[in-house]
């Protein structure tokens, strides 16, 4: 029977939603606390990751500051690793993690890693799926039985923003591991302390991708217990 003012298929987001709001909180603490922790090499981020990048024969890949907190990413298109002001100049664990994490990115790109080829591949449906997917279920699920049809190419759409969150996780961890050989080999940060506290800073930002990953998946969970619904 479906219920059009109560929904309880909501109930299953709020362990996804506990998890985002626990995630949020840990990185942004986490992240604050280790950019108060200076690395002994005394490198900036830029510097980390300028140095990586021609160490792995990607001198052709710039490094750029880009507004904003926690705004640090690498863009394939483009092919640049792009850091916020506090990772950019700054000169801390947080710093020199999230940089050579970012570094890692473009070296994935670089040897062609599977899942972040998968993933980039999935990404033009998954964005047009994620815009597409609700309202077209929804308007379906309004329509009753002859709306079927528009319910289940929702449900389609919103099954590859699905996938590509869940390779997003394989390429997110490989960045980070990457990230934490390179700076403990190459010396830009001490064993012990210093590779364990940039480990903190990179396993809490992971949360954050765990916790898109749950959601995802227990919001495809729900629209196909509504679609359920619609045909008792």
């Known amino acids: 029977m479906f219920f059009p003012f109560f929904d309880p298929t909501y109930m299953l987001l709020f362990p996804a939603i506990i998890l985002a709001i626990y995630a949020q909180m840990k990185v942004s603490s986490t992240f604050q606390r280790y950019l108060r922790v200076s690395a002994s090499s005394g490198l900036t981020g830029a510097q980390v990751a300028r140095d990586l990048l021609n160490k792995n024969n990607l001198s052709d890949i710039p490094v750029e500051i880009t507004p904003g907190n926690l705004t640090d990413h690498y863009d394939p298109r483009q092919r640049v690793v792009r850091l916020s002001p506090q990772v950019y100049h700054g000169r801390s664990l947080a710093a020199l993690g999230v940089a050579a994490h970012e570094t890692g990115h473009a070296l994935q790109h670089a040897q062609e890693y599977v899942p972040l080829n998968i993933r980039s591949a999935l990404f033009p449906v998954a964005n047009f799926g994620y815009q597409l997917a609700f309202p077209l279920f929804f308007i379906g699920l309004l329509f009753g039985r002859g709306g079927t049809f528009l319910m289940d190419l929702g449900i389609l759409l919103f099954t590859f923003a699905v996938l590509f969150q869940v390779f997003t996780l394989p390429v ?29 800073v990179l396993s809490a930002a992971a949360l954050t991708y765990l916790a898109a990953t749950a959601m995802a998946v227990l919001q495809l969970i729900r629209l196909l217990l509504l679609r359920g619904m619609r045909d008792d």
């Not at 934490?180 to 364990?196: D, K, W």
Request: proline share 0%; no cysteine; aromatic share 6%.
């Open 172 to 200: 997110e961890f490989n960045a980070s591991s990457r990230a934490l050989n390179m700076l403990e080999t190459e010396g830009y940060l001490m064993r012990g302390g210093e590779v364990a506290g940039a480990r903190k």
